[in-house]
Every structure is written in C-alpha cells, then in structure tokens.
C-alpha cells in the first residue's frame, strides 16, 4: 500500500487550468480517470490527512503509485478525453456501467444499395438507422410484421438474396406482398430506397401523414367502386394504428427526449432511461454500477450521459435530456451534448406536468431494478456463505454467525422513542422473528441510553426463557406479543411477515405449544450507530454476564465497522459481500424501525378518550360511537346506557364510564373564519360547514366552494 505523499507532484508543477488526469499503480495500469476545471486545486484533494478521506478515495490513493496529467482548453474537451480515457483504459476505480442485457434494436442498412430491415445487437455501425432498443427481439419482429404490409422493405440475409437474384425466384414474403422483391427487379433500387426511408420516417414518429395518405386512397378507391383495393388499403391502415398502440402517447406530439432515472444506495446505482421520440416511448434500458468512487446523484447522471451519448451524433441525441439532477457544472455537459447533436440540447429538471410524471415512473422503474439486482445478489448461496466468512474474519469470530439480529432507534425530535429488531439467518430475513420496542426507561431523545435499554431487555428476556420451564411471566414487566414492544398478530400482517410456526423452527416452543420468542440467541449482535451505540450494547451485555456473543456497530456515514474495545473501526473493502450484507441488515433495521414509529405517532395523532379505556378493541369503539353518535352523547350517557351496546356488559360499561369521566373533554370546535364557537360539533360529523366566507354549506353538497384552497 503506497504513502500517497511518496508521488505528490512538487508545488507549482500542477497547472492551474482545465485537464484530465490519471492515477497508475505500480504495474503501471491506469485505476482512476478524472477531468477537473482547475487541476491544481482538484488534485490537491487526494493528497490530504488520509483519516479525512472518504474510505473510498483512501483506498484509491494508497492504491496508486503515480499521477499524471493532460491540459486542455475547455471543460468540455477535459469530458471529452476523459469519456475516451475511461473507454480505452477501462479503470478499477471509475464508475463505469454494465448493462443488465443485451438490448436489441430494430435495424435499418442504410448503407446498403438495397436497405434491410433486421435486429442487430452490440455495437451500432455508421450508416445503419437504429430504432429502440426493445425489451424482447420478438416485440421487433411483431412490429416489423405489421409494417411490411404497408413498407414491403427488404429483410432477407445476403445469402438469401443472393440465391434468389441467381434462381429469379423471390422468397415467400414476396409472393405475399410483405417484401417489394427488389431481389428479382420488381422495384428499382431508387424506389426500394424510398420505401426505407419512409419506413425509419415511420419509426420515427412522423405517422400522421402516412395515416392520411393511406386513408385519402382508401376514400378514392372506394369512389372509384375499387373496393378490393380499398379493403386492402382498410387493412394497411388497421395494421399501422396497430403497431402505434404497442407504443402509448406518453407526452405531446414531436415530443423527442430521454428521461433519465437514478435509484442508488452507499454501494450501488441503477440507472434506467426511457427513449421518447414522437411522443411515444420507443425505448427503454438499464444499467447498474457499483459506487466505487464517492460520487454525487448529479455525477452518476455525467457518467451516465458520457456512456449513452459518448458514440451517438445527430438525431440519435434528443432535444431534451430529463434527468433527476444536473451536473456540476451544468453547462460543459450541456455544450458537450449540444456539440454531439449539432443543435441545441435542453438538459434539465422537470418539474411539472407529464414530464414529471412520466419521470416518477422512470425512477420507479429504477428502483425495482436496483431492488431485483440486490434480491438476485442475496439469493445466491454461494454469495451468502462467502459475505458471512467475510464477516467472521474481519469480526476476528470463531464461526461464521448464521444468526444476526440488528437493532435501530427511531424517534422524532425526542417523541414516540421505538427501536426494531430484524433477524438475518444463514444471510436471509426472518420477518416472523422481528420484534418492535417502546423506550419506556426515560422520556427524550438519548440514542445510547435507549439502545442500552433495548439490548438489556431483549437480552434480559433470553436468560428469562433459557432458565424457566413454567409458563410465562404474568407481571408484565418484560415484553410480551401482547405488549405494545413487540408486534402483535393485527399489528404486524404482512409487515413483520407472521408466521403461525414462528419460534417453532428451531424446537424452542414452551410445555403449551406457544413459542419462545426470545430463546434463540444470535452469534452477533448489530447496531446502528458508531463507537458509542456499540459501547452501549456492549456494556448492557456484561451487565447481564453474557459474553459468548459478538456485537459491532455499522456507521452510515463511512460504512465503517465498530467494535466494542477498538480505538479504530474496520473497514471492510466496498466490494466486500461482507460489507454488503451488513449494510442491508442495517437498513432492514432501520425501515422496521422508522415504519413503527411513523404508525405510532399517526396513531397518537388520531387518539380519543376511548384509546385509554383497557380492553375495549377497534369493534367495540366503532359499535359505541355508531349507537350513541358521538363521544360527547357517550359521555352523559348512564351504565344501564352502555350495556345496551352489544358486546358491552357491565363491567366494561363501567370501565367506559369512569375513563370518560377522568378524561378532559375536548376543546370545542371553531369556525375560523367566523370565530364562532360551534360545542354541538365536537367528536360529530358536521352536519354544516363553513366556506371561506362564513356562510354555512350542508355536508357533502355538490358545492364547488368545499374543494378550493383556503
């Protein structure tokens, strides 16, 4: 590993201007390529304190044996020569993306003296129009078939055409009229031409005129009581609007643009674009790139640009390159661009209308690509074993821990404190093990005290389960299913993934059959935090004489790995599946925790007096209210009232009454923007309302006045 100082050029040797550089290691090979506007200021970067850097970037300049630098005159020659550098050298430690397959394009040879009509994979050739690219190469075919009725343009092999110039003879698309048959002189090569051009016209969105051509024969022929011409005509025209539905409108007519979506986490980004042209999508593709350098939403997207438009000139760049977020600086990509298409080129945010809708479906897009890509990843076995025996060795454990349980505090400003439990075993989710905490110590925002908390009474419970052979415990004080810490049945659905055999996998079920919840123990221990969250979880387990399970802390800043008893974290390399998989029990932690504490604090929001009364669930409040009307009227009722509900007997008619007496009633409601003070309102649908003005509206009158802003 290099001491970057060793190869730091000497003061005064960096010019201060526009340029490429290029860090080599000592073979000599190039692993980084970068353009900067001032290469002095921007080199000066990677010879800082190394504990300052991103691990990222320290892991690229200890690489390196030497830099080197190329000065240009513009930013835009620097994205030039870089884009070209990146593809000649191919660097370790550039962003660089791969696609996720090999897209098909609907082809046309130009370049040919009789043009053909093919799907063509790979690198695209000078001379040939390019349409797409398409998901599947039988979407071309289909579409290809629709149109030889009206463009009968060559699609034959070389071979194929060959043989049938040598016999006279044409193929079987020509004896049924979906190929001119220029192969046997049927149609001069001028005219063969033309039918490939007005073809790629076609493609190219400019349909209408073709549509009406077609039906203005048909009209004609119809006049002239041709009417076998006309029927055919009829049919040409059918398949045309055909072949236009398999690609829906999705922005104004002429509309041509690409729209650019990013989906990224700390070590990965999807890439996803959408090709419009003519209004309609007429492409789509995906990339994915592993974040090796620490880059910005806005580079990824330069990355991106430099890689579909690096080989592309004229119409194949679009007016309008949508993306969700520019560059910096913005305006050497867009010259760049503009200079690629020979004509200006509109690259920016959209912000409103269709184009931002269709960009939400764009990223959409992105994020289940990114999604699929890592649930592949997590699913290979192969992949799994080796992200644990990574763990194991960089965590110093004695055995790979096939059992991890991560933990996360989630609050807001202070209020509705909760903490997740998530469980990995052998590298996947066991959702039917998750569990759910309210911090109960102490009310405030204290991450360490509150992890501290959780760890001893998840851990507490562990020694509970593994010492006792009677039933469970009465008093409440731990957490139970039934306690609002962990999820019960209609809390968790789908969410937690409950499972009626849960706790049951492993053999650990008490006398009765229900299982232990706590009783398995994991080989490790993650926190989401840094120094002090670990020392925290450390500190709760010596407390409680457990010391047979590893803990670490994984820091979302640096993706550093913490560990209790040393003064610097471990950092795992970016490509690690070690590192990987820590990250997504991480993350799963914190999903689990913040979609917790958002339920409880929307459920807060929504309280009532009845919330506080024990024992009354969700169908007894509904059938209460429903038969007194509101909480007022149940408030003044008597017991005898109450027990007319059904399902209510006298004891909770008891229970409700006292609750209801102890509760302070609510605040009544007011008109604001009269003042007036309406107590007949309270915990009741309106009967009235009040529109901006004052003046009373009946509820639900179709009253245009109730939908405006005000």
Same mark, same amino acid.
Not at 354 to 371: F, G, I, P
């Given at each position: 590993?290099?001491?970057?100082?060793?190869?730091?050029?000497?003061?005064?040797?960096?010019?201060?201007?526009?340029?490429?550089?290029?860090?080599?290691?000592?073979?000599?090979?190039?692993?980084?390529?970068?353009?900067?506007?001032?290469?002095?200021?921007?080199?000066?970067?990677?010879?800082?304190?190394?504990?300052?850097?991103?691990?990222?970037?320290?892991?690229?300049?200890?690489?390196?044996?030497?830099?080197?630098?190329?000065?240009?005159?513009?930013?835009?020659?620097?994205?030039?020569?870089?884009?070209?550098?990146?593809?000649?050298?191919?660097?370790?430690?550039?962003?660089?993306?791969?696609?996720?397959?090999?897209?098909?394009?609907?082809?046309?040879?130009?370049?040919?003296?009789?043009?053909?009509?093919?799907?063509?994979?790979?690198?695209?050739?000078?001379?040939?129009?390019?349409?797409?690219?398409?998901?599947?190469?039988?979407?071309?075919?289909?579409?290809?078939?629709?149109?030889?009725?009206?463009?009968?343009?060559?699609?034959?092999?070389?071979?194929?055409?060959?043989?049938?110039?040598?016999?006279?003879?044409?193929?079987?698309?020509?004896?049924?009229?979906?190929?001119?048959?220029?192969?046997?002189?049927?149609?001069?090569?001028?005219?063969?031409?033309?039918?490939?051009?007005?073809?790629?016209?076609?493609?190219?969105?400019?349909?209408?005129?073709?549509?009406?051509?077609?039906?203005?024969?048909?009209?004609?022929?119809?006049?002239?009581?041709?009417?076998?011409?006309?029927?055919?005509?009829?049919?040409?025209?059918?398949?045309?609007?055909?072949?236009?539905?398999?690609?829906?409108?999705?922005?104004?007519?002429?509309?041509?643009?690409?729209?650019?979506?990013?989906?990224?986490?700390?070590?990965?980004?999807?890439?996803?674009?959408?090709?419009?042209?003519?209004?309609?999508?007429?492409?789509?593709?995906?990339?994915?790139?592993?974040?090796?350098?620490?880059?910005?939403?806005?580079?990824?997207?330069?990355?991106?640009?430099?890689?579909?438009?690096?080989?592309?000139?004229?119409?194949?760049?679009?007016?309008?390159?949508?993306?969700?977020?520019?560059?910096?600086?913005?305006?050497?990509?867009?010259?760049?661009?503009?200079?690629?298409?020979?004509?200006?080129?509109?690259?920016?945010?959209?912000?409103?209308?269709?184009?931002?809708?269709?960009?939400?479906?764009?990223?959409?897009?992105?994020?289940?690509?990114?999604?699929?890509?890592?649930?592949?990843?997590?699913?290979?076995?192969?992949?799994?074993?080796?992200?644990?025996?990574?763990?194991?060795?960089?965590?110093?454990?004695?055995?790979?821990?096939?059992?991890?349980?991560?933990?996360?505090?989630?609050?807001?400003?202070?209020?509705?404190?909760?903490?997740?439990?998530?469980?990995? %075993? &052998? *590298?996947?989710? #066991? $959702?039917?093990? =998750?569990?759910?905490?309210?911090?109960?110590?102490?009310? @405030?925002?204290?991450? !360490?005290?509150?992890?501290?908390?959780?760890?001893?009474?998840?851990?507490?419970?562990?020694?509970?389960?593994?010492?006792?052979?009677?039933?469970?415990?009465?008093?409440?004080?731990?957490?139970?299913?039934?306690?609002?810490?962990?999820?019960?049945?209609?809390?968790?659905?789908?969410?937690?993934?409950?499972?009626?055999?849960?706790?049951?996998?492993?053999?650990?079920?008490? %006398? &009765? *059959?229900?299982? #232990? $919840?706590?009783? =398995?123990?994991?080989?490790?221990?993650?926190?989401?935090? @840094?120094?002090?969250? !670990?020392?925290?979880?450390?500190?709760?387990?010596?407390?409680?004489?457990?010391?047979?399970?590893?803990?670490?802390?994984?820091?979302?800043?640096?993706?550093?790995?913490?560990?209790?008893?040393?003064?610097?974290?471990?950092?795992?390399?970016?490509?690690?599946?070690?590192?990987?998989?820590?990250?997504?029990?991480?993350?799963?932690?914190?999903?689990?925790?913040?979609?917790?504490?958002?339920?409880?604090?929307? $459920?807060?929001?929504?309280?009532?007096?009845?919330?506080?009364?024990?024992?009354?669930?969700?169908?007894?409040?509904?059938?209460?209210?429903?038969?007194?009307?509101?909480?007022?009227?149940?408030?003044?009722?008597?017991?005898?009232?109450?027990?007319?509900?059904?399902?209510?007997?006298?004891?909770?008619?008891?229970?409700?009454?006292?609750?209801?007496?102890?509760?302070?009633?609510?605040?009544?409601?007011?008109?604001?923007?009269?003042?007036?003070?309406?107590?007949?309102?309270?915990?009741?649908?309106?009967?009235?309302?009040?529109?901006?003005?004052?003046?009373?509206?009946?509820?639900?009158?179709?009253?245009?006045?109730?939908?405006?802003?005000?």
């Amino acid at each position: 590993m290099a001491d970057p100082s060793s190869y730091r050029p000497k003061p005064g040797q960096i010019p201060d201007s526009p340029g490429v550089y290029r860090f080599r290691d000592e073979h000599r090979r190039v692993i980084y390529v970068g353009k900067a506007k001032s290469l002095r200021q921007r080199l000066a970067n990677y010879f800082q304190d190394l504990a300052g850097m991103h691990p990222r970037t320290r892991t690229m300049v200890t690489t390196a044996a030497s830099v080197e630098w190329t000065v240009v005159s513009t930013e835009v020659e620097a994205l030039q020569l870089e884009y070209s550098w990146i593809k000649e050298y191919d660097p370790r430690f550039n962003v660089k993306y791969r696609d996720d397959k090999s897209y098909p394009y609907l082809a046309v040879t130009m370049n040919e003296e009789f043009p053909r009509v093919q799907v063509m994979r790979g690198h695209k050739k000078k001379g040939v129009r390019y349409f797409g690219p398409y998901g599947h190469a039988w979407a071309i075919r289909d579409t290809v078939d629709l149109l030889l009725r009206v463009f009968p343009v060559r699609t034959c092999s070389a071979g194929v055409f060959k043989n049938a110039a040598r016999t006279g003879r044409p193929c079987l698309l020509g004896y049924i009229g979906k190929c001119s048959a220029p192969c046997v002189g049927r149609v001069e090569p001028e005219e063969h031409r033309e039918l490939a051009e007005e073809f790629c016209d076609f493609m190219a969105g400019r349909t209408g005129t073709y549509l009406r051509r077609l039906e203005k024969q048909m009209t004609e022929a119809a006049e002239e009581m041709e009417y076998e011409r006309a029927a055919r005509l009829r049919d040409d025209i059918e398949a045309l609007k055909k072949a236009m539905e398999k690609n829906a409108v999705v922005l104004a007519d002429a509309t041509d643009a690409d729209l650019i979506a990013v989906a990224e986490d700390e070590l990965e980004a999807a890439v996803q674009i959408f090709h419009v042209r003519g209004g309609r999508v007429r492409g789509q593709r995906g990339w994915v790139t592993d974040k090796v350098e620490d880059v910005t939403t806005g580079a990824l997207v330069e990355h991106a640009l430099q890689q579909l438009y690096g080989e592309e000139t004229g119409d194949a760049v679009p007016k309008e390159v949508l993306v969700p977020a520019l560059p910096e600086p913005v305006e050497p990509v867009q010259e760049w661009l503009t200079g690629r298409r020979g004509a200006n080129v509109s690259l920016r945010i959209p912000q409103r209308g269709d184009k931002k809708a269709l960009m939400e479906t764009v990223q959409r897009n992105a994020q289940q690509s990114l999604a699929l890509h890592k649930t592949k990843r997590a699913s290979d076995l192969t992949t799994r074993s080796r992200a644990l025996e990574e763990i194991a060795d960089a965590l110093d454990l004695d055995s790979a821990p096939l059992r991890i349980e991560c933990y996360d505090i989630s609050h807001l400003q202070g209020d509705d404190v909760v903490a997740s439990m998530v469980v990995f %075993e &052998d *590298g996947l989710q #066991r $959702k039917s093990e =998750y569990r759910r905490f309210q911090i109960k110590g102490f009310a @405030g925002q204290d991450d !360490v005290r509150s992890m501290h908390e959780v760890i001893t009474r998840r851990f507490r419970r562990y020694l509970a389960e593994k010492e006792r052979t009677g039933e469970w415990l009465e008093d409440g004080a731990e957490e139970t299913l039934a306690d609002p810490d962990t999820p019960t049945p209609s809390e968790t659905g789908t969410e937690t993934g409950t499972d009626p055999d849960a706790g049951s996998r492993n053999g650990f079920k008490d %006398e &009765d *059959g229900r299982p #232990r $919840k706590f009783a =398995y123990p994991p080989q490790l221990v993650v926190v989401d935090g @840094g120094r002090p969250q !670990v020392a925290a979880a450390k500190r709760a387990l010596d407390e409680l004489g457990i010391d047979d399970i590893a803990v670490c802390g994984l820091a979302k800043r640096l993706e550093e790995v913490w560990l209790p008893e040393d003064d610097d974290p471990v950092v795992l390399p970016r490509t690690s599946e070690g590192l990987y998989l820590l990250q997504r029990v991480r993350d799963e932690a914190h999903r689990f925790a913040i979609t917790y504490q958002r339920t409880r604090r929307a $459920k807060r929001f929504r309280a009532g007096p009845l919330d506080d009364v024990p024992g009354l669930g969700e169908t007894r409040k509904q059938a209460l209210i429903k038969h007194f009307g509101s909480v007022k009227k149940l408030r003044s009722a008597t017991i005898e009232q109450i027990q007319e509900v059904p399902g209510i007997g006298r004891k909770t008619a008891e229970t409700i009454a006292v609750a209801l007496a102890q509760a302070a009633p609510a605040a009544p409601a007011v008109n604001t923007a009269t003042g007036e003070i309406m107590d007949d309102r309270e915990d009741e649908a309106p009967e009235t309302t009040a529109d901006a003005s004052g003046e009373p509206v009946p509820a639900g009158a179709p009253d245009d006045r109730r939908g405006q802003e005000r």
